[in-house]
Structure formats: structure tokens, C-alpha cells
């Protein structure tokens, strides 16, 4: 695939349009916090992005929207088997204290009996693209080999999936762009993205299904602000904004654990105000968890009467090993009756392997040792920088074997995605824009709600996409090496 424009750009053009391009992000508040005392306001810079947006292909776009109400039906299914997470997740919560302390409110609550049945999910499903050679398709002669992109799933995200407001705003700053460069139709190939309308649908649901006119949406935010917080305000202002006498209050683990009260009827009450829904976007990490106190907010959160988005099971649905599970021939099925579903869902996952102890397990180390530069070995976490490349692999599960091998069960073992790989200018707040390799990572919003088999609200909610560096390892854009991108459909 070709950039937008042939690169590199001359030296004068590259200056004015990165200028304006930086002017435009600020203008239209795509912008992050840079750091200093306390993350304040006082410190705010653009947020990195690309200077062009990049070609994704029509075909694969539409086939990634296509697929995501299979994705939100899937979790929500998934989430209602208890035999299946349990199962799942057994040999993880063994060696993994994180996924056992979540798997244990889950555990405690479906036993008390589940209050709030509705569960809101605001996911969001990442995709590479691939660029594996594979000979399908290609002439008898069967000399030439093609080389089709494919749409591959990294992971689905069901608790905190971030971005919702800046799509919009990036695919802004790319028009602007391709205007001053004078590409015509520019704006035929960027397409609409609707990211915080949808979730802001899936708020306002939520929060009339709960059926108390006062009663507020909280969001659950960690103790110091990060980096992103203007990507949260801009939900939480939204919802204010086109939902007059809405509130949105923001609160940490520690405030709710100290602040929040579970009234008899499993009603949550914060500050003299009732709590209709909980959106969760802290709370997927160790590091939110300081202390007990954390985990009794969490499980005070998990027994009331509040719409959870993410409820726990939903979060527990969204964890690697499940996801590998899911992977494996015949699962899907379980959860999915639609044959239709089942191979538009299949497509778009890589292999997955098992660490479990056994043979089956035994085997995919076997295999990852003989050639680790093939695989990613991905632990319970989320929000980047946790998995385990190449060589890496080789010593980490070494180390494992050395010590307790059983530990290898707390990751899981995925096919490595080779994504195509194509020049683009990285702006970042006091850097040069530098001209890199780069490869996309196409995400697409899913908003559901339900209760058990009923469907209130099953969309597909709009896009987010991320260039990364090509020179490894992993992280988003306020962790790592990733910038803010647009799809340039072709
Ligand atoms: P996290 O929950 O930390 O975001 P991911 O599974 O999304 O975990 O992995 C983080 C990043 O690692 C992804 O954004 C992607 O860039 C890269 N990655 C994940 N899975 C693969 C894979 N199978 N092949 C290549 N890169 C991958
Ligand atoms: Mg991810």
C-alpha cells in the first residue's frame, strides 16, 4: 500500500503543514497533559498523531464494523456462562492474584445472587493488518504467491476502551491536512465516525433503564490524573451537555470505598446522590489497587443495584485467556447459533495457544521455543507494554521453568501478526515530525445492554485508529510509541 502522498514531503511543506496541523489539533482539543505538578490543566500540549491518515482497505473497514455485534452478542454470552469462565479461567487465578481477586468478587456475587441484571459494555475490538503472504485465491499455475491484507484481532476491550471522543477530532485535523496538500475527495475516503454519540446512546440507556431521574452516572477514574484525562472529560462533558440535569461525577476507587454507601436494597448512594450506572475507567489494572480498600469499592460497585459498565463478568469475558479459549475449533459455536456469525467472528482470529499444564500446553511451549520470533506471550493485563516478544519468550518461560513452570499458565500464546507496514510523519509535542515505518491498528466501538437473553441495544459504535512505531514492543498512544491516526479508506 502507498501513503496518501508521495514522502517524503519537502522540507518546507513538511514545516507549514506540520505548524498547522499542530495549531488545528490544539484549536479542536485534541490534546493530552504533558505532566508536571499533579497532572494539572496548566500543562496541555496537542496529543501525538500522524501527520497523514493511513490507507486502510474499504473491504476491511466494513468487514471489521460487520463483525462487531457478533463481538458484543459473543461477550455478553460468554460473560452469562459461569461453567465456561470458570473453566476458563481455573489454572489462571492459581498463579495470577490480579485475575484471582476479580474471579473472586465475580464468585462472591453470582453466590449472593446477581441485584442489577443489566449489564452496559463499551467495548472496543483491535484489529492488525495482517500482511502474512498466504496463497489463496491465486492462479493454477500456483507459482505467484499474493499478498492480501487480512483483518486480524490483537484483543477485544471490555473495560475502559478509550479514544471515543478523538476519532472525530483527528479525522478533522487529516482533512485539514489533505486540503492544504490539495488532495481532492479527501473527505469520500475519511470516513464518519459517530465513537461519542454511540457511547453517549449507551449511557443515556442505561441510565433511563435504571428508571431514577436523579440518580447520577459515575465514572471510575484513577487517583491522579492521567495523561488522557481530556479524552474522559469529554464523555463525561458530553453527557452533561446533550442530557441537561444528567450528572456525571468522577470518583477514585478510594472515594467510593470511603464516600459511597450500599443501602439495603443494594441501592448505591455517593455524596446524598443515588448512583444509576458505574463506568469503569480505572480498575483494569494491579496498580489501581493500592490497598483492600480499592477491591472492597470494587466489590461494594459489583453488589448494588447500579448498571456496571463493565459489569465483572464482562471484564472477565474480555481477559486474554479467555479470548484464546474462543479461539479454539469448536468453542464459538457454544455461544454464537448463527453459522453465519460464527465465520465472520472466526475470520478474524489469529492462532492462539494454550500454557496450561498438560500436554496441549507442553506443546505450545515446544513450539514457541523453537521459534519465538513467530508468537506474542501475553499475561492478564491490559493498557500495553505487558506482552513478551521474540527472544524474550525463550528466557521468560526459562526463568518459569527454573522456578514454578505452573506460572506459565497465567499467559496465553497468540500467532504473531506481521501488520503492513508503510511511512508516516509521527508529531509529538516537542519533537521534529519524524518520518517512520509505521503500521495501523484499527479499533471499532461495540455498544450493548442487556438483560440475560433480552437485547435492549446492540450497535456498532464508530472507530479509533493507531499508528505504531515499527520499532517494537507495544503501548498506546499515552504509554508507548503509538500516535492518533485516521483511516484513509481505499
Ligand atoms: P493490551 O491489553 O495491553 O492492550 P494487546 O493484546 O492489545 O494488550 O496487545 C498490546 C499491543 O501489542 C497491541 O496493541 C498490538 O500492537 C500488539 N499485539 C498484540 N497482539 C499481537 C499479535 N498477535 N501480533 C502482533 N502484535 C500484537
Ligand atoms: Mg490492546
Redesign the pocket.
Known amino acids: 500500500m502507498e501513503p496518501v502522498v508521495p514522502l517524503p514531503l519537502d522540507l518546507s511543506t513538511l514545516d507549514s503543514l506540520t505548524q498547522s496541523a499542530k495549531d488545528y489539533a490544539v484549536l479542536n482539543g485534541l490534546t493530552y497533559l504533558t505532566g508536571g505538578q499533579n497532572n494539572t490543566s496548566d500543562l496541555v500540549s496537542f496529543a501525538p498523531f500522524a501527520l497523514l491518515p493511513s490507507p486502510v482497505p474499504r473491504a476491511l473497514f466494513v468487514q471489521a464494523r460487520a463483525v462487531q455485534k457478533d463481538f458484543n452478542l459473543l461477550v455478553h454470552r460468554v460473560s452469562h456462562d459461569r461453567a465456561f469462565l470458570s473453566r476458563c479461567l481455573s489454572s489462571v487465578v492459581k498463579v495470577d492474584n490480579f485475575t484471582a481477586s476479580l474471579f473472586h468478587i465475580y464468585e462472591q456475587v453470582q453466590e449472593e445472587g446477581v441485584t442489577q441484571p443489566i449489564c452496559l459494555g463499551l467495548h472496543r475490538s483491535?484489529y492488525?493488518l495482517d500482511n502474512t503472504t498466504n496463497n489463496d485465491g491465486v492462479g493454477t499455475n500456483g507459482v505467484t504467491a499474493c499478498r492480501q491484507l487480512q483483518l486480524k484481532q490483537?484483543?477485544i476491550?471490555t473495560i475502559a476502551a478509550a479514544g471515543a471522543g478523538f476519532g472525530e477530532k483527528i479525522a478533522r485535523v487529516h482533512k485539514h491536512v489533505l486540503n492544504l496538500l490539495g488532495v481532492a475527495d479527501a473527505y469520500k475516503h475519511i470516513p464518519e465516525n459517530r465513537a461519542l454519540d454511540s457511547q453517549l446512546d449507551g449511557f443515556v440507556a442505561a441510565w433511563e433503564q435504571y428508571g431514577s431521574q436523579k440518580a447520577i452516572i459515575v465514572f471510575v477514574v484513577e487517583e491522579e490524573r492521567c495523561r488522557n484525562v481530556f479524552g474522559q472529560r469529554l464523555s463525561e462533558f458530553t453527557v452533561m451537555e446533550r442530557h441537561p440535569g444528567l450528572v456525571v461525577k468522577r470518583y477514585s476507587l478510594r472515594q467510593i470505598a470511603e464516600d459511597a454507601e450500599l443501602k439495603s436494597d443494594k441501592t448505591l448512594f455517593i455524596h446524598g446522590s443515588e448512583v444509576a450506572v458505574v463506568y469503569f475507567r480505572a480498575g483494569y489494572s494491579p496498580a489501581h489497587y493500592p490497598t483492600e480498600k480499592e477491591w472492597s469499592a470494587r466489590l461494594k460497585i459489583e453488589r448494588s443495584r447500579a448498571i456496571k459498565c463493565p459489569c465483572i463478568s464482562y471484564h472477565l469475558a474480555g481477559t486474554?485467556k479467555v479470548q484464546q479459549e474462543l479461539a479454539q475449533p469448536g468453542v464459538l459455536e457454544r455461544f454464537l447459533e448463527d453459522p453465519k456469525a460464527v465465520s465472520r467472528v472466526r475470520a478474524t482470529f489469529?492462532g492462539q495457544h494454550t500454557l496450561e499444564m498438560g500436554l496441549e500446553g507442553d506443546r505450545t511451549v515446544q513450539m514457541v521455543m523453537r521459534s519465538p520470533e513467530d508468537y506474542?506471550m501475553?499475561p492478564q493485563?491490559?493498557?500495553?507494554?505487558?506482552?513478551i516478544y521474540g527472544e524474550d519468550i525463550r528466557t521468560v518461560l526459562n526463568e518459569l521453568m527454573q522456578k514454578d513452570f505452573e506460572e506459565r499458565t497465567a499467559y496465553i500464546v497468540?500467532?504473531?501478526?506481521c501488520p503492513a507496514v508503510l511511512q508516516n510523519y509521527f508529531i509529538r509535542p516537542g519533537d521534529w515530525p519524524r518520518l517512520q515505518d509505521s503500521s495501523c491498528?484499527l479499533g471499532i466501538y461495540g455498544v450493548f445492554m442487556a438483560e440475560g437473553d433480552q437485547v435492549f441495544h446492540n450497535k456498532q459504535g464508530g472507530h479509533y485508529l493507531r499508528t505504531?512505531g515499527s520499532s517494537g514492543g507495544?503501548g498506546g498512544v499515552y504509554v508507548g510509541n503509538a500516535v492518533l491516526d485516521s483511516p484513509y479508506l481505499v
Not at 493485563?381 to 506482552?387: A, L, P, W
Not at 497468540?414 to 501478526?417: F, G, Q, S, T, V
Open positions: 483491535d492488525l490483537t484483543e476491550n486474554k489469529a506474542v501475553k493485563r491490559e493498557g500495553g507494554g505487558n506482552n497468540m500467532d504473531l501478526i491498528e505504531n507495544d
